[in-house]
């Protein structure tokens, strides 16, 4: 006998910031994730930068009363936004706090009061371009003789998640490429020649692939069997994949039940691991023990 489920819990959360507000967005639904059945209302004021603005964003914080989160930094917005909240008698928290204070602490530095400051148009944001540039110009086995130029190089089977794994490696400002792995076809030979790129398999379950790959052909309202869908066939192209890998020394990554984000992290380990040994030959030391892996 099941229990009842749960009923969720609605909950207004107010992201104010000076800025795109995209971390304090990050922030909140990472945090918000934490709780079962709890779904928050999410209101978002970017770039609030007057008084004018500041008192708008109070007004609708009153008509839907709730909890707020701010990356506020001009001392005299922050301090008015507080005192509304106290006024209001809602919670109202810094989100960056804790972390730019201990911070501050460990590296006896003054804080910045530059509004906006991790969206300066700097060598890292034309790096992030660059390399989403590059993940769309080497997507799907394209350009394959410029694959030395790529830092890594995701192979693998139909619907293994390896384009939207490159373009959110390129937003950390890493150049990946990839590659399909096609039946009755040959990867292109200079994959297996490249020095500069770790090369990384992606894998998944036949079961996954499988409904995968059916609800990709409904959704383009073609209904025919094929061996694309073909449950040994499928079978057989995961087989074949894996001994590629296996024979080419490819470390992989089982995407099965992992998040494009959960793969992403588990590649930039694995670059992270390339980079310590490439380093360590260098300088003539041992690689150390905390490299990262993709189990």
Same mark, same amino acid.
């Given at each position: !006998?099941?229990?009842?489920p749960?009923?969720?819990?609605?909950?207004?959360v107010h992201?104010v910031s000076?800025?795109?507000?995209?971390?304090?967005?990050a922030?909140a639904?990472?945090? /918000?994730a934490r709780?079962?059945?709890?779904l928050?209302?999410e209101?978002i004021?970017a770039l609030?930068r007057?008084? $004018?603005?500041?008192?708008r964003?109070l007004k609708?914080?009153?008509g839907?009363?709730g909890?707020? @989160?701010?990356?506020i930094?001009?001392?005299?917005l922050?301090?008015?936004l507080?005192q509304?909240?106290?006024? %209001?008698e !809602?919670?109202?928290?810094?989100?960056?706090?804790?972390l +730019?204070t201990?911070?501050?602490?460990?590296?006896?530095a003054s804080?910045?009061?530059?509004?906006?400051?991790?969206?300066? %148009?700097?060598?890292?944001?034309?790096?992030?371009?660059?390399?989403?540039?590059? #993940?769309m110009?080497?997507?799907?086995?394209?350009q #394959?003789p410029? @694959?030395?130029?790529a830092?890594v190089? %995701?192979?693998?089977?139909?619907?293994?998640?390896k384009?939207p794994? /490159?373009?959110?490696?390129a937003? $950390?400002?890493?150049?990946?490429?990839?590659?399909p792995l +096609?039946p009755?076809?040959?990867?292109p030979a200079?994959?297996?020649?490249l020095?500069?790129?770790i090369?990384v398999?992606?894998?998944?379950?036949?079961?996954?692939?499988?409904?995968?790959?059916?609800?990709?052909?409904?959704n383009?309202?073609?209904?025919?069997e094929s061996?694309?869908?073909?449950?040994d066939?499928? *079978?057989?192209?995961i087989i074949r #994949?894996?001994?590629?890998?296996?024979?080419?020394r490819?470390?992989m990554?089982? +995407?099965t *039940? *992992?998040?494009?984000?959960e793969?992403?992290? #588990?590649?930039v380990?694995?670059l992270?691991e390339? $980079?310590?040994q490439?380093?360590?030959?260098v +300088?003539?030391?041992?690689?150390?023990d905390?490299q990262?892996?993709?189990?």
């Amino acid at each position: !006998m099941t229990g009842a489920p749960r009923i969720s819990t609605y909950f207004h959360v107010h992201l104010v910031s000076d800025s795109t507000g995209e971390t304090l967005n990050a922030m909140a639904k990472a945090v /918000c994730a934490r709780f079962e059945a709890v779904l928050p209302i999410e209101h978002i004021y970017a770039l609030v930068r007057s008084q $004018r603005q500041l008192d708008r964003v109070l007004k609708e914080i009153e008509g839907a009363p709730g909890v707020v @989160l701010h990356t506020i930094v001009d001392k005299e917005l922050r301090a008015a936004l507080e005192q509304g909240c106290r006024d %209001l008698e !809602m919670p109202c928290i810094a989100a960056l706090d804790p972390l +730019v204070t201990s911070l501050s602490r460990y590296l006896g530095a003054s804080l910045t009061t530059k509004v906006g400051v991790q969206h300066t %148009l700097d060598a890292d944001y034309f790096q992030r371009i660059d390399a989403l540039d590059y #993940a769309m110009a080497h997507d799907d086995g394209q350009q #394959a003789p410029n @694959l030395e130029t790529a830092d890594v190089v %995701l192979v693998g089977v139909s619907r293994t998640s390896k384009t939207p794994t /490159c373009i959110y490696l390129a937003q $950390r400002g890493i150049r990946a490429a990839n590659v399909p792995l +096609v039946p009755g076809a040959e990867p292109p030979a200079k994959l297996f020649n490249l020095t500069r790129p770790i090369v990384v398999g992606l894998t998944v379950s036949p079961d996954r692939l499988v409904s995968i790959r059916r609800n990709r052909l409904l959704n383009l309202n073609e209904r025919r069997e094929s061996s694309y869908v073909e449950n040994d066939a499928v *079978r057989d192209e995961i087989i074949r #994949a894996r001994k590629l890998f296996e024979k080419h020394r490819w470390p992989m990554i089982d +995407v099965t *039940r *992992r998040s494009i984000e959960e793969t992403a992290a #588990a590649v930039v380990n694995l670059l992270n691991e390339a $980079r310590n040994q490439r380093l360590a030959q260098v +300088v003539g030391a041992p690689p150390g023990d905390d490299q990262g892996s993709a189990a």
